[in-house]
């Protein structure tokens, strides 16, 4: 599987960065990850150091900007299209993950409890992506 230089979890819950941050340092233990808690902060980050990240965990529900805003506002810089964006949220909502896919979201993963489970899913999503 091809390792993700850069990886961006944008999640305004500390625990679930925590989880996922378990889940990929386990997988890929080389990858700079870089944890932010909403949208702007993210954008802001992202624009601050270049290059964009490979691959970014994004959470829809969020204070400030949330993930539908940040997919509009990132997905609008040519820059950023070789980013890939994994949707990581508890939402199953169809209209959800319509709307993220229209916004330009790689893949859509709804958030688990357990870590080995976790860890298959994100395997599975980055296989699909990249």
């Known amino acids: ?73 990132f997905k609008k810089n040519s820059d950023y299209h070789q980013s890939h964006i994994i949707i990581y949220t508890t939402s199953s909502h169809p209209h959800d993950k319509a709307k993220t896919k229209e916004l330009g979201a790689n893949h859509y993963l709804t958030k688990v409890a357990d870590l080995g489970t976790l860890k298959k899913k994100i395997r599975q999503a980055v296989e699909n992506v990249f």
């Open 1 to 73: 599987m091809k390792l993700p230089a850069k990886i961006l979890i944008v999640d305004d819950d500390p625990e679930d960065q925590e989880f996922l941050l378990e889940a990929l340092t386990e997988i890929w233990p080389q990858a700079d990850n870089v944890t932010k808690n909403d949208g702007a902060e993210a954008l802001e980050y992202i624009e601050k150091n270049p290059p964009p990240p490979s691959l970014i965990f994004l959470d829809l529900n969020m204070p400030l900007v949330n993930g539908f805003e940040f997919l509009s506002k």
